[in-house]
């Protein structure tokens, strides 16, 4: 039977032979006893990788973004980021629930939070209201689904957040869940883009092309909490060097590729917007997320999910009124031509 063509998310990558045979040699020990030499070697060549002291390997992003959340709050405090981050939609409410920390959103579509609003947003020290203690950006910017997805955010627009925030003393995350994706679409490193926040984190798991795993990177103080943190969400792992492996061979031999994933995102928005009725926005495809917006009566997001799912082509609904598709390292060319016969077949 042939394969599904998978646009749902980056996420459904199986590692490839050569990743396998390098997580097959791996160095491993315990990494909670005495370190585990390959996970060492991957949060030392994250850390290089991003410009920062140190990093810590973790299980997933969420739990990254989270250690970050605890790491850098305490309850009763408020974080800042926009209305649809992935910290504030997909996380299942975890900085209150976790934390204790309450998030005030700020609406930036394309993920460039305005300084201005940013600055009006951060709380003076006062008795009644929280302590506003973290700004959280994402690079790339997922966004809500009603424009174009995966925005890369300039790094210019990202030092005038950082600067905003740094004349405050407020720290900044940066969710780099797809960081690899910026760096590949703009040419900037990703120590340039780190360098506007105090922590960041990437999952290997994405583009990367890695089975499991996330990086988390910051300042000496910063991890010394985050291993506090890590130890009591049970993230901690013992022969970890055995995933570690995977997400190592991706850092150091799938970024360079990501760009192919880019263009294929534009030739997905092509061929959907080929359609009258579907909008894409071809041209403001930057990296490898495509939000398409269904605009023909009748039809529905869930509707054209299944309707393509019939011809073995997969996606997502995102909103109300769109589709997301996500190019990856398991689709390729012909899984575009496969989704523009589905589309002509069933929008006809
Ligand atoms: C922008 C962003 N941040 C964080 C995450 C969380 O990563 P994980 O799935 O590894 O928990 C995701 C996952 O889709 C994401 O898209």
Not at 121 to 130: F, G, K, L, Q, V
Not at 218 to 235: H, Q, T, W, Y
Request: proline share 5%.
């Amino acid at each position: 039977m042939q394969r599904p063509s998978d646009f749902r998310s980056d996420t459904v990558t199986r590692p490839s032979q050569p990743m396998l045979a390098a997580m097959l040699a791996a160095e491993l020990g315990d990494d909670v006893l005495d370190g585990d030499p390959t996970v060492g070697r991957l949060e030392r060549a994250y850390a290089e990788w991003v410009g920062k002291p140190g990093a810590l390997y973790l299980p997933s992003g969420t739990m990254a973004n989270q250690i970050a959340v605890g790491a850098w709050t305490r309850p009763g405090d408020e974080l800042i980021a926009e209305r649809s981050a992935h910290v504030v939609q997909w996380e299942a409410g975890a900085a209150a629930a976790l934390h204790g920390v309450q998030t005030q959103t700020l609406v930036a579509p394309d993920g460039r939070l305005d300084p201005d609003e940013l600055a009006a947003a951060i709380r003076d020290d006062s008795i009644h209201t929280p302590r506003t203690a973290l700004v959280c950006v994402e690079q790339t910017f997922m966004g809500d689904g009603n424009g174009p997805g995966g925005r890369v955010v300039p790094l210019a627009h990202l030092e005038r957040v950082a600067a905003v925030a740094r004349a405050r003393k407020i720290p900044v995350h940066m969710d780099g869940a797809r960081l690899p994706n910026a760096v590949a679409a703009s040419g900037v490193s990703a120590a340039r883009f780190a360098s506007c926040a105090d922590s960041v984190m990437t999952s290997l798991s994405k583009g990367l092309g890695a089975p499991v795993g996330a990086v988390l990177a910051g300042p000496e103080d910063f991890l010394a909490r985050a291993k506090v943190l890590r130890k009591r969400f049970g993230g901690w792992m013992r022969q970890a060097g055995v995933i570690a492996a995977g997400g190592l061979y991706a850092l150091e031999r799938n970024l360079a590729r990501l760009k192919d994933d880019h263009a294929l995102a534009r030739a997905v928005a092509e061929t959907c917007a080929r359609h009258s009725g579907l909008c894409a926005w071809p041209r403001e495809v930057e990296s490898n997320i495509v939000m398409v917006r269904v605009e023909r009566s009748g039809w529905t997001p869930e509707r054209l999910t299944a309707a393509l799912g019939e011809h073995g082509v997969l996606t997502m609904p995102m909103s109300a009124s769109s589709v997301r598709f996500v190019t990856h390292l398991d689709v390729g060319a012909a899984d575009v031509e496969r989704l523009a016969r589905a589309l002509d077949a069933i929008w006809a």
